[in-house]
């Protein structure tokens, strides 16, 4: 039996936002509430099936008093590769 899953790599964005959320203590449920989207949008975004927009970005650097160069930092960081 084989199961047909897509493969995902997770970036810095999307690891970021599952990070702040576990550092605050936050359920899925509550994160979103506070990010003004559904759960299962958030859920996207921490597994890395889609990426946050502008407007998401802004709640979370508010809400969390994140500087934004330290966000800006983190969304254009490349992903370490292995490969050389």
């Given amino acids: 039996m084989s199961q ?6 997770l ?3 999307n690891i970021f936002f ?14 979103a509430s506070i990010l003004g989207i559904p759960r299962p949008r958030l859920a996207s975004y921490e597994e890395g099936r889609s990426t946050p927009g502008y407007p998401v970005l ?3 650097v508010d809400a ?4 934004k160069t330290s966000l800006y930092d983190i969304l254009y960081t490349k992903p370490e ?3 050389q």
Avoid: A, C, G, M
Wanted: proline share 3%.
């Fill in 18 to 31: 599952k990070d702040t959320r576990l550092k605050h203590n936050y359920t899925q449920e509550q994160f």
């Fill in 81 to 83: 590769s292995n490969e």
């Fill in 64 to 67: 969390f008093n994140i500087d």
């Fill in 4 to 9: 047909n899953k897509r493969l995902v790599k």
């Fill in 58 to 60: 802004k709640t979370l």
């Fill in 11 to 13: 970036t810095p964005v």
